[in-house]
């Protein structure tokens, strides 16, 4: 008997999670709800990462997206007071203008990933911890180095702009 | 596995545009960095589809996924200290009325 159906099943309920998320994480007007929205489509997002078979990517996700990135959004919104505004205060003045501009590129954009034929199918073959580590560590040793670099950076940069110089 | 790599990709790309519309419409600077969040992730999930299809030799995007992963928590981190650095010189996020660098 095969199980093929529930990956399926799988499937759409995280298509499902991911563009209900997304849409609550624009729309929401409680910002809190927003963030924690925010995490829920990471998580789903991990799922679809091991429905492709790319578990290691997936616990990255899970680690990286919904356990740091979560945290320090939160710690952003509450560090800034939100209030709850009416709806007309809620997008910007130039909304309608973005909107005009950008639906020619999405309308495009759909209908290249819609009409995407590839014929071979996604495959699963054993763990991808294995190439993945050989990739990173042989053939990408150095921009490996450069993103610890770049990291150095950013933590210098964030602590500097957020220092108080008021003694 | 029987999902096409084609169904991957338009989730993908639904995702994106929902992000594009969230940073192009929302006021809230800590909003606007979590739509950028959103479609950096969006194009994870591309990548990955990519490099998991069958036939494809090696894991290079899952690579560049893992390089993405790194420029997205610098990306949170600094925009988090502007948006609060901001915020200390004039107590508002909205986008529309930081306009200190404004000609």
């Not at chain 1, 078979?53 to 800034?80: N, R």
């Not at chain 2, 030799?57 to 996924?65: K, L």
């Not at chain 2, 948006?83 to 306009?99: G, H, I, K, W």
């Amino acid at each position: 008997m095969s199980y093929d159906f529930i990956e399926t099943i799988l499937f759409a309920l995280l298509t499902l999670g991911i563009v209900g998320g997304a849409l609550g994480v624009v729309f929401l007007n409680r910002i809190t709800g927003s963030a924690l929205l925010m995490a829920f489509t990471f998580l789903c997002n991990a799922g679809m990462f091991v429905l492709l078979g790319a578990e290691t990517i997936a616990a990255f996700q899970v680690l990286i997206y919904v356990g740091a990135i979560t945290v320090l959004v939160l710690y952003g919104v509450m560090f800034t007071p939100q209030q709850d505004r009416p709806y007309g205060l809620f997008f910007q003045k130039q909304t309608p203008w973005a909107a005009l501009f950008v639906a020619p590129i999405g309308l495009f954009v759909a209908l290249f990933a819609f009409s995407f034929r590839d014929g071979s199918h996604a495959s699963a073959k054993g763990g991808d911890l294995v190439p993945l580590a050989t990739s990173v560590f042989r053939d990408y040793a150095f921009p490996f180095e450069v993103a610890s670099v770049l990291l150095l950076a950013a933590m210098i940069g964030a602590i500097v702009l957020v220092k108080r110089d008021d003694e | 596995m029987n999902i096409p790599v084609g169904a991957f990709i338009a989730v993908s790309s639904i995702l994106f545009f929902i992000g594009v519309a969230g940073v192009l419409m929302r006021r809230n600077a800590v909003v606007i960095l979590m739509c950028v969040e959103l479609m950096l992730n969006a194009a994870n999930l591309a990548l990955v589809a990519f490099s998991r299809r069958a036939g494809s030799p090696d894991e290079r995007g899952s690579v560049f996924v893992v390089f993405i992963f790194v420029i997205a928590a610098a990306e949170v981190a600094v925009g988090l200290a502007i948006v609060l650095s901001s915020y200390r010189n004039r107590p508002t996020v909205d986008v529309d009325e930081v306009q200190a660098m404004k000609g």
